[in-house]
C-alpha cells in the first residue's frame, strides 16, 4: 500500500510544473467565445475583443452605463480613481469628526 501511495505522489509532484507552465499568472490569455469571437481575459477579471472594430463598439456601448465610469455622477471619488465611490449622503462618510466627543 505505501508503494502506491508513494508512486501516486511522484506522479503528482511531476505533474505539477507541467500545469503551472499553461497558465501562469498575471498573463492574459487568449480565448474564443462561444461566437466564435477572439477576446483577451486580463488578470483582474476584465475582457476585451482583440478585433479593433468589435473594440471599440463594446467601449461606445460600456459608455452609455454610469456604473461602468469610474464614479457615477453626483458621487465623491477618490483620488486619482483610487478608493471607492461615495453616494451622497452617505451617514459614515457625513457623520463629521469625532474628535473630542
Not at 508503494?3 to 497558465?23: H, K, S, Y
Not at 501562469?24 to 482583440?50: C, M, Q, Y
Not at 465611490?85 to 459614515?92: S, V
Request: proline share 10%.
Amino acid at each position: 500500500m505505501s508503494r502506491l501511495l508513494m508512486t501516486c505522489l511522484i506522479c503528482c509532484c511531476a505533474a505539477l510544473p507541467v500545469q503551472a507552465d499553461e497558465v501562469s499568472p498575471g498573463k492574459p490569455i487568449d480565448a474564443v467565445t462561444a461566437t466564435g469571437d477572439k477576446v483577451v481575459l486580463h488578470p483582474n477579471g476584465r475582457w476585451e475583443f482583440v478585433d479593433s472594430g468589435k473594440a471599440q463598439a463594446a467601449k461606445e456601448i460600456a459608455q452609455q452605463y454610469p456604473e461602468n465610469q469610474v464614479c457615477p455622477p453626483g458621487w465623491q471619488g477618490g483620488l486619482l480613481g483610487l478608493g471607492r465611490c461615495i453616494p451622497p449622503g452617505d451617514p459614515a462618510f457625513n457623520r463629521g469628526s469625532r474628535i473630542g466627543k
